[in-house]
């Protein structure tokens, strides 16, 4: 039984991985021998590397993917926490209409608003720029982190905030003090998953942009050319492509260990 | 130090139901007040509402002649230890104590001196530095009464603060409650399901029931003379056994026989309360008895139980099961008693002991 799961768990892996291993070996490739097929490259060569780095286009890309990323995961947390903490304890008018609401752009096919939200950002003089950007990110980016977070806050008991309230707290100090040091776990794991949203995204950075003005990392890739017209610059795109999952890696490794369970351990009874 | 009046205060939720109806309780300074009833008869609702945790409906609540209604919690100066304790989680004991006085703005060196203090009068000064998941559950009862006492409040307010602890230490605490009180002389209001602890904390109790106060007093009051069946049957234990009794001219005719009583003024049905501990199996001068069969016999060491099933007619040709068709009797017998079970007994009583109570209304006719 123990290994029957075990080799299911290695097939899984190897299902997942393999496309990576995959990129990460074509990102080493020299150029002629990418097309020999084998999943260890027989040339070794660092050049794909040096070549996206001295790509202005591409770092600015970077740059404009962390800044991007970074403001619309920030702002998305700030209104999320404030939001999933009312959703998890008040009752409110129109409560269920919130939720209802968040849940509905959160279903909403994206590619639907990317022709009227290109003439809107257009008028607006939104187009091209970040603030173009991290507008439709904070948009999607908000029924996620409400969600995951009011999961968490209903995890929290309610007596601690009617302690901290007797205490002297006023509502905001017993939600800064109290509340929030609680849910650290929870916002991590949920402005990792906003973040990754942000970073991932293709379809708003492509159609949105027009520039490297404000073009993010996997839409700059896809302007990505050859030496010369008759190369394909597969090689740089393996390399784009996997130093693109190197911040994100950073992210979660820096992060992983405010991410533990049982920090409310020893509130209250039990 | 305080005095805590509630003037006519009620409860009433958005869907129509009433928590809590027309509380008039005034809780004297230096008092130690007992919420008692079972679940869902609005105590921790009223205990809530003298907080601030939940809105006053109507009615007014003052304190120290000061009228509250309005006032944020934290404006009313008075501490309040939860059920489960609520102590917070990623504080050590120290910060914990200290988070009241620190929300205070008071100065880092008097809040030290503070929390030492408490702590040392609740013998927490080893445990400062640790963290609430590290304790035991009497240790963490023993953090949010420190986290109470700490900022020296106009009252304290409890709300069932034993009843997570196992029994032994639940005694141990109790006792050690009293003696705090007593030293720091606050306020107190305290609720509880349990009726022992009750009778041994409170300088008075508040019985409810159903949202209503059934009765006021000290707890000796409460025992000797309980104002209604509700009260007769929630205070002692075992219970006060409740028999429904025809008034004829010769007395009251129960199925434990006939309790001599004058019948002049009392209702052509009402119903007899005896405690079992007004029994013995010594005979009394002027007393009733009865005899029937012991049916259960409890030891307790210091006391035996002796329980009586009788057939009530209505029910049971085939003698009843287990669970007692038919009405039980319990006696609370001295150790030295002769008792055996499955043998029969004679039990006496004083008739003077008997309490009567109307049927319908409940009311205690002899009290």
């Known amino acids: 039984m123990k290994l029957r799961w075990g080799f299911i768990d290695v097939l899984v892996i190897l299902y997942a991985l393999i496309p990576v291993l995959w990129i990460v070996s074509l990102s080493f490739k020299d150029p002629s021998t990418i097309t020999d097929g084998s999943l260890l490259p027989t040339k070794w060569t660092l050049s794909n590397y040096a070549g996206i780095f001295r790509n202005d286009d591409f770092l600015r890309g970077l740059v404009n993917s962390i800044g991007i990323g970074l403001i619309s995961t920030f702002v998305a947390m700030v209104f999320g926490t404030m939001a999933a903490y009312a959703i998890a304890r ?5 409560k269920r209409l919130l939720i209802g609401f968040s849940l509905l752009i959160a279903m909403f096919p994206q590619i639907s608003l990317v022709t009227p939200l290109f003439q809107i950002e257009r008028s607006l003089g939104l187009f091209d720029t970040w603030p173009g950007l991290i507008l439709p990110y904070i948009t999607f980016a908000l029924p996620l982190t409400i969600y995951t977070l009011s999961a968490f806050f209903k995890e929290i008991p309610a007596e601690l905030e009617r302690a901290a309230k007797m205490d002297g707290a006023t509502p905001f100090q017993a939600f800064w003090k109290v509340i929030v040091p609680l849910a650290v776990p929870g916002m991590v794991t949920t402005a990792i998953l906003a973040f990754i949203f942000c970073w991932n995204d293709f379809l708003f950075a492509i159609s949105l942009t027009s520039t490297s003005a404000a073009r993010t990392a996997p839409a700059t890739i896809s302007f990505f050319t050859g030496s010369s017209q008759f190369e394909d ?20 490794l820096f992060f992983q260990r405010r991410i533990v369970a049982g920090l409310t351990a020893g509130a209250v009874k039990g | 130090m305080a005095e805590i009046v509630l003037d006519g205060v009620s409860k009433r939720y958005p869907d129509g139901t009433t928590a809590v109806h027309d509380i008039n309780l005034t809780i004297a300074d230096r008092e130690f007040v007992i919420l008692v009833g079972p679940s869902g008869c609005g105590k921790s609702t009223t205990l809530n509402m003298i907080a601030g945790l939940e809105e006053i409906s109507s009615g007014e609540l003052r304190i120290d002649g000061e009228r509250v209604n309005e006032r944020a919690p934290r404006d009313r100066d008075i501490a309040m230890v939860f059920q489960s304790y609520a102590l917070y989680p990623h504080m050590t004991v120290r910060e914990n104590m200290a988070f009241p006085l620190t929300l205070a703005k008071l100065p880092k060196p008097e809040v030290a001196a503070k929390v030492g203090h408490a702590a040392q009068l609740l013998d927490l000064t080893a445990l400062l530095d640790r963290k609430p998941a590290n304790l035991s559950g009497g240790q963490r009862q023993r953090v949010a009464m420190g986290r109470a006492i700490v900022r020296d409040p106009k009252a304290f307010l409890m709300d069932e603060p034993l009843s997570n602890l196992d029994a ?3 005694v141990q605490m109790r006792t050690s409650i009293a003696r705090l009180q007593k030293r720091l002389g606050t306020t107190t209001v305290y609720v509880t399901h349990d009726q022992t602890e009750a009778m041994t904390l409170g300088d008075r109790i508040v019985i409810m029931y159903s949202g ?19 009260v007769a049957g929630f205070i002692g234990s075992p219970s006060m056994n409740l028999l429904p009794a025809q008034v004829r001219d010769d007395g009251l005719h129960t199925i434990i026989g006939v309790i001599p009583h004058r019948s002049r003024g009392l209702p052509p049905e009402v119903v007899a309360g005896i405690r079992p501990e007004a029994f013995q199996d010594t005979r009394i001068r002027g007393g009733a008895s009865f005899t029937d069969t012991v049916d259960i016999l409890e030891s307790m060491g210091a006391e035996k139980i002796a329980y009586f099933t009788f057939e009530t007619g209505e029910t049971g040709e085939s003698g009843g099961t287990a669970f007692g068709d038919g009405a039980q009797v319990v006696a609370r017998l001295d150790p030295k008693s002769r008792a055996r079970e499955g043998e029969p007994a004679t039990l ?13 209304s409940g009311v205690n006719l002899t009290a």
């Open chain 1, 90 to 94: 008040l009752a409110f008018p129109g």
């Open chain 1, 233 to 252: 610059p597969t090689g740089s795109i393996a390399a784009a492509a996997v130093v693109i999952t190197i911040p994100i890696v950073i992210f979660v």
């Open chain 2, 168 to 170: 032994k230490l639940r």
């Open chain 2, 212 to 230: 209503v106060v059934q009765q006021v007093g000290p707890p000796e009051e409460l025992y000797d003379r309980p104002a209604n069946l509700f």
């Open chain 2, 348 to 360: 006496w009583y004083d008739p003077a002991a008997v309490h009567i109570f109307d049927p319908d």
